[in-house]
């Protein structure tokens, strides 16, 4: 399998606080990792930092080889391998679904707009979307939102997605939709990275689990079916005792 993504030594504080711990971690073309664990132990910015929205104070974060350095100007162009949906959608509310797509794609890559616009409606087809393309994003539901920032994310065509947190935002019965996209992108070959307290969704989809506590992986598998039956730490099981999962 091709390595795409390489972590080692990785440390950020903010202030004093110490928020990742020597982090390491490989991840594989077409591999799905899952990141869990308590609020605060520092997910959301372990991904922050794999794509340079965050400077570290020690360890290393490359992709494809590339360093994740948010200093040079290289970082403009790396994070155009790496895709990244928030909790928050980031969508611009007074632009139409199709101009928060073409966005990026025409003004940062200067790509052709005429095929950008026939790939982003290839893709909202695939979410069932396409009939939205012209209504303005303050228009959509929070679920519709998540939706088109994910096809805004692909139009990119990045190596690797990170998704943080995407879910959270949403009323329960928009939760599936979000979901249901993400499991097909996994099955299309997608590789992904995703931060998530959907403890169903975390076991349906992921190659592979990372526990996160004070900041550091206290435990990662690729027995995922195992990690939800019997965690190995003690941390883990309390933590899942938590859940009420089926």
Request: overall charge positive; some cysteine.
């Amino acid at each position: 399998m091709k390595e795409l993504l390489k972590v080692k030594h990785l440390h950020k504080k903010f202030g004093e606080n110490v928020v990742l711990n020597d982090i390491d971690l490989v991840v594989n073309k077409g591999e799905v990792v899952v990141v869990i664990g308590p609020s605060g132990c520092g997910k959301s910015t372990f991904l922050r930092c794999l794509n340079g929205l965050e400077k570290v104070q020690g360890g290393v974060v490359t992709v494809d080889g590339l360093p994740v350095e948010p200093d040079k100007k290289s970082i403009i162009k790396l994070r155009q391998k790496i895709g990244m949906v928030f909790q928050s959608y980031e969508l611009f509310p007074h632009l139409s679904v199709i101009d928060n797509l073409i966005l990026a794609p025409t003004k940062v890559q200067k790509r052709n707009k005429e095929e950008v616009i026939r790939e982003a409606i290839e893709l909202l087809e695939k979410v069932n979307l396409v009939e939205k393309k012209d209504f303005f994003a303050r228009q959509l539901s929070g679920g519709q939102k998540q939706r088109v920032a994910i096809v805004r994310a692909l139009l990119m065509h990045p190596d690797i997605l990170l998704f943080d947190e995407v879910t959270a935002a949403l009323d329960p019965e928009m939760v599936h939709e979000v979901l249901q996209t993400m499991l097909n992108l996994a099955k299309s070959g997608s590789t992904m990275i995703i931060v998530t307290h959907e403890m169903n969704f975390a076991r349906a989809i992921a190659d592979r689990i990372l526990f996160f506590d004070k900041g550091e992986i206290v435990e990662q598998t690729d027995d995922v079916k195992a990690f939800f039956e019997k965690p190995k730490t003690k941390r883990a099981q309390r933590f899942l005792s938590t859940f009420s999962y089926s």
